[in-house]
């Protein structure tokens, strides 16, 4: 704690300098108190980052977007095994906010941020048993993660299978039978390939 109050202190002195320090020094405490079940804290000091990081954001999108998309994904991870499944979907969708609105610009680089955040809004909304929120996030997961997985198999092999896996539940609990028993033959397909 030491460091991070020098760090404040010169941080008010000459934020333009001290920012990014500050926000990593949140970070890695931030994750020491998530590691330690320690959530508040843990999610005080993401948020301390992440107001950091938007500040930075506004003048460095390209450099800052990749931290603050982790960050946000961090936090909402945070946010759940706090047990606020509300806070997590807020900071999910903040990511999915971001890389919608620089997607035009390179949409091929945030896409892997937007398999994250899908991925974790389908279990969250699986979770709270809100299907038809799981299956158009599953549905957006399954075609992103599609498209990235011809070029990057191992790296999205584990998101297709599980995007396939979640979308069949939630087809399933809606009583779609059709469409669950043709997702779970990709499931099946994929998962296969995977043993091979």
Not at 8 to 30: C, F, M, T
Not at 74 to 98: D, F, M, Q, S
Not at 150 to 166: F, I, Q, V
């Amino acid at each position: 704690m030491k460091t991070i109050k020098l760090q404040e202190k010169l941080w008010a002195e000459n934020p333009q300098v001290h920012s990014a320090d500050l926000a990593r020094s949140y970070i890695n405490l931030g994750v020491l108190y998530h590691e330690s079940k320690r959530y508040p804290q843990a999610e005080e000091m993401h948020r301390k980052a992440i107001a950091i990081k938007e500040q930075l954001y506004v003048n460095n999108e390209k450099k800052i977007a990749p931290e603050l998309l982790k960050n946000y994904n961090g936090l909402g991870i945070i946010c759940e095994a706090g047990g606020h499944p509300e806070r997590a979907e807020e900071a999910y969708l903040k990511v999915i906010a971001i890389c919608e609105s620089i997607a035009d610009k390179n949409s091929d680089e945030y896409a892997g941020y937007l398999v994250v955040a899908y991925s974790n809004m389908g279990i969250l909304y699986c979770d709270a048993e809100k299907f038809t929120e799981a299956e158009k996030m599953c549905e957006k997961l399954v075609e992103i993660s599609e498209k990235l997985y011809p070029g990057e198999p191992e790296k999205y092999h584990g998101y297709l299978k599980g995007a396939y896996n979640m979308l069949c539940y939630a087809y399933s609990k809606l009583g779609k039978m059709d469409e669950a028993r043709e997702v779970y033959d990709k499931f099946q397909a994929i998962q296969a390939e995977g043993e091979e």
